[in-house]
């Protein structure tokens, strides 16, 4: 199994970035798959998850309202659409799945991850 981040980089304080997430080796039509960030300083936490089936979704209290989590089964595909960034939005971003059906934001309860991507939000 194989997860592949990819699309970060610095953005302006208010500004939209989307990252992504490929997995090979695990099929995410199945699988829970979820966003993992951690700034600098502190440990990694679950920002948002998605479930099967995908009526279940998670978002952190700080992401709720800002970050949207989408996939794409046909392109074993998950992506986090990021607006109104923050400077405290700053971190490094990871994918992970439990390899379960069902959300756990708990970095703990994690399988499989994949490299991460670095988000900064800077003026």
């Known amino acids: 199994v194989q997860l592949q981040a990819s699309g970060g980089g610095l953005v302006q304080p208010g500004g939209s970035l989307r990252i992504s997430c490929i997995a090979s080796?695990?099929?995410?039509?199945?699988?829970?798959i979820g966003w993992f960030r951690q700034a600098p300083g502190k440990e990694r936490e679950g920002i948002a998850c998605?479930?099967?089936?995908?009526?279940?979704?998670y978002y952190s209290d700080d992401t709720k309202g800002r970050f949207r989590i989408s996939k794409d089964n046909a392109k074993n595909t998950v992506y986090l659409q990021m607006n109104n960034l923050k400077a405290e939005d700053t971190g490094i971003y990871y994918c992970?799945?439990?390899?379960?059906?069902?959300?756990?934001?708990?970095?703990?309860?994690?399988?499989?991850w994949g490299e991460g991507t670095q988000v900064t939000v800077s003026s």
């Open positions: 992970a799945t439990p390899r379960v059906r069902r959300c756990r934001p708990d970095p703990s309860a994690m399988e499989y």
């Open positions: 080796g695990l099929s995410l039509d199945y699988y829970a």
């Open positions: 998605i479930s099967n089936p995908e009526s279940s979704k």
